[in-house]
């Protein structure tokens, strides 16, 4: 229990810096626009590769342990990662701004990107609502892992940033300090955030399952609005 306490107070005491984490994640999304607008591939590079890499690793048909499995390990890998990444002072900050960038070049490439078994582009499995109609918990679904995931994101990330602030103090930049500031956020990170990414991950599981059941069931399209087969008219009667 009082793990659980301090970890809360920690994160508490990041919110700001996870504000500004999500500021810069922000500007990162707002500048994937004119980078994928302009083609800059070095810059769309990583992303493509990442999410190719990650669908590969899931396979066809998106098999729900699998994905689960993917999801969560990626996640939790990742973002500790970025939050340790403060024992290099400036990268906490750097890698929330090309965080967003990478997320808003996935989202606007999306219909370049294939799935393993070449059936259809990313973008049309993933479809919005209006494409495929998909039942309300898909989207309750979605929205559940936009609140669990990004705040976890930014504050790791602000718990990252101030370590990098903490370590430039003179004198500061040891061995020790790296260990205890490290340790305490390791603390947190596993108490709080690692619990938060799993039912995150759930979320995000139901919503993809949703999303591809969605897809396969769905209606073959309307041959109503066809034009009528071409053949001669039917002459008009005489009788009466």
Request: glycine share 10%; with cysteine.
């Amino acid at each position: 229990m009082g793990v659980l306490v301090s970890s809360f107070r920690l994160l508490y005491a990041h919110l700001g810096l996870g504000f500004l984490a999500a500021l810069l994640f922000a500007a990162g999304l707002g500048t994937s626009m004119p980078v994928v607008r302009r083609d800059v591939r070095w810059l769309m590079a990583l992303p493509m590769w990442v999410v190719r890499r990650v669908l590969r690793l899931i396979g066809a048909g998106f098999p729900p342990v699998r994905v689960f499995l993917v999801i969560f390990c990626f996640n939790t890998v990742a973002i500790f990662v970025y939050m340790a990444s403060g024992v290099l002072i400036v990268l906490p900050a750097l890698i929330a701004f090309l965080t967003g960038l990478n997320i808003g070049v996935i989202v606007l490439k999306a219909g370049d990107m294939e799935l393993p078994s070449g059936e259809r582009p990313l973008a049309e499995t993933m479809g919005s609502e209006a494409e495929h109609e998909v039942a309300p918990w898909v989207s309750l679904c979605s929205l559940a892992v936009l609140v669990l995931e990004l705040p976890s994101f930014w504050l790791s990330v602000g718990m990252g940033i101030r370590m990098g602030r903490e370590l430039t103090k003179a004198g500061q930049y040891t061995l020790a300090n790296m260990s205890a500031l490290l340790g305490e956020r390791a603390t947190a990170y596993c108490a709080i955030i690692i619990p938060v990414l799993f039912l995150s991950a759930l979320a995000e599981t139901a919503a993809i399952r949703g999303h591809v059941s969605a897809q396969r069931e769905a209606p073959p399209e309307d041959d109503a609005g066809e034009p009528p087969p071409e053949g001669p008219a039917e002459p008009p009667s005489d009788s009466g």
